[in-house]
C-alpha cells in the first residue's frame, strides 16, 4: 500500500516545475491556435436570383460557388453549421444581356470575423427574358429493339400536350417537347410506362402541371407465312367417305416464333361430312356451311392456315 502511494505522490509532484511549465505552454498553444492563428477554407454557399415581374433566365443559373475564407479556427468551426447564400438581385434589370460579380455582393450568414478572399465562379453574364406560356406536342422517346420476331406497332402519350413557361426567345420556336428515354427492350406485349418525365431545358423551361406523362407501347408479333408440302388430309366422321387426295400443300400464316415449332408432324387438314351428305363425291371450302375443311395443328392460336388450291375433294370409299 505504502509503495502504491509512493508512486502516485512521485507521479504527481517529481520533476513537478517541469510538468507545470509543460501544461501551461500546451494551454497557451491552444489559446493561439483558437483565438489569434488565422486559417484558410473554401465552403459552397447557395446563390439566390431575384428577377423582375415576368422575367426569366435564358439559360440555367449558378445556384451555388465555392468561396474561400480567413478566419481563426473557432470561427471557421462556427461557419460549418451555417446556411450562407450570395443574393443576386437583379429585380431593376431590362431586358437583355447583364453582368454580375459575385466577388462584390455580401455573403449572408457570415460572421463579421470572416473574411472572403475568393469567389468561385465570379463575372458572370446572364441573359433576362420574357417569360410567355405554349402549349407543346408531346412525343415518346423510345430506345432499345422489342423482343426477336416482334415489332412496335405504335405509340401513345397521355396528354398529349402540355403547358409550359420559359423564355421567350426559346419558346417562341418550340412546337414539341420529347420525354425521358423509355426502355421498350425485349417487350412482347403491349405495356404502359407511367410516370414519364419530359426533357425539358433544365432550369429554363417548366411545366404548368405536373410534368410527367404515360407512354403506351403497342407491340405485336410479326406475322410470316410458310408452306408446307404433303400435310395429311383425314375425313370425319371416319368410314363413309375418303380424301380424294391423302395429302396436300397448306400455307400457315402467324408469328414468326410460332411458325417455326410447326412441321407436316404436327399440323392436319380434317374435312367435316356434314349431316345429310350424300353425293357420291364433293369438294371441300373453308368455312362453307356444308362441306367443309380446317387447318388444325398443335401449336400456337395465333397461327391460322389454308390449303393451296380451290378445295379438297372426297368421294365415297370402297364398300
Partial sequence: MNAVRQFLRNLVFENFGFKLLSFVFAV??????????????RVRVSVAWKLPDGMVLTQRPVETATVTLEAVQATLRSIRQRELRIDVDLSQAV???????????????????????SVSPADLRVTIDRSIKRRLEVVGTLVGDVAPGH??????????????????TLLRTLTRVATEE????????????SDVTLALPRGTVKPLGTGRVKVSVSVEAIQEKRKLED?????????????????VGVELEGPISALGELD??????????????????????AGDRGLSYKVVHSG??????????????????DP
Fill in 28 to 41: 497557451l498553444v491552444w489559446f493561439w491556435v483558437e483565438s489569434d492563428h488565422v486559417l484558410t477554407q
Fill in 95 to 117: 431586358e437583355g444581356e447583364v453582368a454580375v460579380d459575385l466577388a462584390e455582393r455580401p455573403v449572408v450568414g457570415l460572421p463579421g470575423q470572416a473574411r472572403v478572399v
Fill in 151 to 168: 415489332r412496335l406497332a405504335g405509340t401513345v402519350v397521355e396528354p398529349d400536350r402540355v403547358e409550359v413557361i420559359g423564355p421567350a
Fill in 182 to 193: 423509355v426502355d421498350v427492350s425485349s417487350l412482347k406485349e403491349d405495356t404502359e410506362f
Fill in 231 to 247: 400435310v395429311m388430309v383425314i375425313v370425319q366422321p371416319e368410314g363413309r367417305y375418303r380424301p380424294v387426295a391423302s395429302s
Fill in 264 to 285: 407436316v408432324a404436327t399440323v392436319t387438314v380434317v374435312v367435316q361430312i356434314p349431316e345429310g351428305f350424300n353425293a357420291r363425291t364433293g369438294v371441300a371450302r
Fill in 300 to 317: 400456337d392460336s395465333r397461327v391460322v392456315g389454308r390449303v393451296l388450291g380451290t378445295g379438297i375433294g372426297v368421294e365415297l370409299a
